[in-house]
C-alpha cells in the first residue's frame, strides 16, 4: 500500500512511524514533512492547505491512502478536493469538519444527538458576553469559535480577562461569535474513535496537559505532554462515551447528510455528574496520539483504509500493548507566547543510541539546515515518547530521554503522569476545560 500523511508535527511523525512499521505499507511520503518524518517517508514541499497541490500529489504517487493529520486542511476541504480524484482519503469532509472548526455548530449537533457537554451560550454581542458571563459565575470559560491553534480557551476567575478574551473574538466589532459555557470539574480524558461514517471503533482513552508549566500553572498550550493507560479510569469508559456519545454523534451527522468519516476525537470531563463533552476535534490529538500509537499493535494502514473504504464494521478487534506509554513535550524558549526559532538541537542521535527502541523521539517544529544540522521550528519542538511495563517506568525511560536533549532555552513540564504513576487507581491529574490543536 502507497499512504501519503499530510502534515508536519509530532502527530503526523507518530503516524508515520506506525506506517512505517507496518508490513503492508509499500511506500510512504508526508507533505510538508519535518526533518524527523523525513527519516521514515518521503517529504514533499505542498501546501497541506491546498486542496488541488495535494489531491494532485497523491495522483501522482498513486497513493492508495492519503492521511490527513491537521485540522486546517480538513477544515479547508483538503480531503474532499483527495475523494474527488478516487482516491481513499482518512479525513472527514469540510462539512464534517465543521465539528471542530465551529463550537457552535458542533453544540447544535450535541444537543440534537443528545449527547451529554457542558450548558452554554452562542454570544455575538457585547451584551450577550456580560448575560452570559453573569449567568454562569467563575470560573468562566470563553471559547473561540473556530479553531485556535490550541490557545482559543480562556478559563479564568478573572471577569475582565473573560471579557477581554470574548471580545477579541471580533464580537466589539460586530462581526464574530463566542462560545461562553459552564465550567466542568473533573479530570478530562481524551478518547479517539476511528469510524467510516456508520461503524464506531474507540481507540484507547489517554489524558494530556494543557497548561505550560508544571501543577497546571501557566497560559494553555497545544499540549505539553500526555500519558496512557488510566489507571484511575473507570475501565467501561470507552464503551460508555461509544454509546453515550460517539455513535450519536456520528449517527446524527449521516442524519443530516454529512457523515463524519475519519478520525473523531471526543475530549471529555468526568465530573460529579458524569460524563460530559468539552469539546469535538475532526482528527488524531497531539500529544495524545504519540502515546495511543504507542500502544496500538494492529498495523495502522489496514485500519485507516477500511474507514476510509466503508468497511470498518469488516475490520477485526483491535490489538493492544499492556504496556504503559508516556509522552514529554518539548517546547523553544518563549512559547506558547512567542517561541523562538533556529536554535540547533543536540542529543538525538545519543537517544536513538541509548534509548532505543523503549523511547524515542518525534519530531513536531523540527528543520534541517544547509549544514544538515537540525533546527527548532516551532513552539512545540519535540515530542519525546516512551514505554514500559507500567507507567513508573514509561515516565523514567521518557524523562532520561529528554535529559539527553540539548535546546538552548527550552522547557519542558517534570510532572507528566507523576500522579498517575505514583497512586494507582487516584483521580485524574488535569481538570478544568482545554483544548487541544
Not at 469532509?93 to 472548526?101: D, F, T, V
Not at 471559547?143 to 473574538?169: E, F, I, N, Q, W
Not at 469508559?237 to 442524519?255: F, G, I
Request: charge should be negative; proline fraction near 6%.
Amino acid at each position: 500500500m502507497k499512504v501519503l500523511v499530510i502534515g508536519s508535527g509530532a502527530r503526523e511523525h507518530a503516524l508515520c512511524r506506525s506506517l512505517s512499521l507496518d508490513p503492508d505499507v509499500t511506500s510512504l511520503h508526508c507533505a510538508p514533512g519535518n526533518a524527523g518524518i523525513a527519516e521514515v517517508a518521503v517529504p514533499h514541499a505542498v501546501d497541506p492547505l491546498d486542496g488541488e497541490a495535494v489531491a494532485g500529489l497523491a495522483a501522482e504517487l498513486r497513493a492508495d491512502l492519503v492521511v490527513v493529520g491537521p485540522e486546517a486542511p480538513l477544515v479547508a476541504g483538503v480531503a474532499d478536493a483527495v475523494r474527488e480524484r478516487g482516491i481513499a482519503v482518512f479525513g472527514p469532509s469540510a462539512e464534517a469538519a465543521r465539528l471542530e472548526g465551529s463550537k457552535a455548530f458542533a453544540k447544535e449537533i450535541m444537543a440534537a444527538a443528545g449527547v451529554p457537554t457542558a450548558r452554554s451560550y452562542v454570544c455575538t454581542t457585547p451584551e450577550e458576553v456580560e448575560e452570559a458571563l453573569d449567568a454562569f459565575g467563575p470560573p468562566y470559560v470563553v471559547k473561540d469559535d473556530g479553531l485556535a491553534a490550541g490557545k482559543g480557551v480562556v478559563v479564568t476567575s478573572d471577569l475582565g480577562a473573560a471579557r477581554a478574551h470574548a471580545l477579541s473574538c471580533g464580537i466589539a466589532e460586530g462581526n464574530g461569535r463566542v462560545v461562553i459555557e459552564e465550567f466542568l470539574d473533573g479530570p478530562e480524558v481524551s478518547l479517539f474513535a476511528v469510524t467510516d461514517g456508520e461503524c464506531v471503533v474507540p481507540l484507547r482513552p489517554a489524558q494530556d496537559f494543557k497548561r505550560a508549566h508544571d501543577g497546571d500553572e501557566g497560559p494553555n498550550t497545544g499540549g505539553m505532554g500526555a500519558y496512557s493507560p488510566l489507571p484511575w479510569a473507570d475501565p467501561g469508559l470507552a464503551d460508555e462515551v461509544l454509546a453515550t456519545v460517539l455513535q450519536p454523534t456520528v449517527d446524527e451527522m449521516r442524519r443530516r447528510g454529512t457523515p463524519f468519516s475519519g478520525l473523531l476525537y471526543a475530549g471529555l470531563a468526568l465530573t460529579s455528574r458524569g460524563v460530559r463533552v468539552v469539546e469535538f476535534n475532526a482528527r488524531f490529538g497531539d500529544p495524545e496520539t504519540q502515546v495511543v500509537l504507542a500502544r496500538l499493535k494492529t498495523p495502522l494502514s489496514g485500519l485507516l483504509y477500511a474507514a476510509a473504504t466503508g468497511r470498518l464494521a469488516e475490520f477485526p478487534p483491535l490489538r493492544w500493548s499492556d504496556d504503559a506509554a508516556v509522552t514529554v513535550v518539548v517546547a523553544s524558549e518563549g512559547y506558547p507566547a512567542a517561541p523562538r526559532t533556529g536554535d540547533p538541537i543536540e542529543g538525538l542521535e545519543e537517544v536513538a543510541e541509548k534509548d532505543a527502541p523503549t523511547a524515542y523521539v518525534l519530531h513536531a517544529g523540527t528543520r534541517r539546515d544547509e549544514e544538515g544540522r537540525v533546527l527548532s521550528a516551532g513552539g512545540r519542538v519535540l515530542s519525546v515518547t516512551a514505554t514500559g511495563a507500567d507507567l513508573a517506568e514509561a515516565r523514567e525511560r521518557a524523562y532520561q530521554a529528554v535529559s539527553r536533549i540539548r535546546l538552548a532555552g527550552s522547557h519542558h513540564r517534570s510532572d507528566i503522569a507523576a500522579r498517575a504513576a505514583e497512586v494507582t487507581g487516584g483521580a485524574g491529574e488535569a481538570g478544568g476545560t482545554g483544548e487541544d490543536a
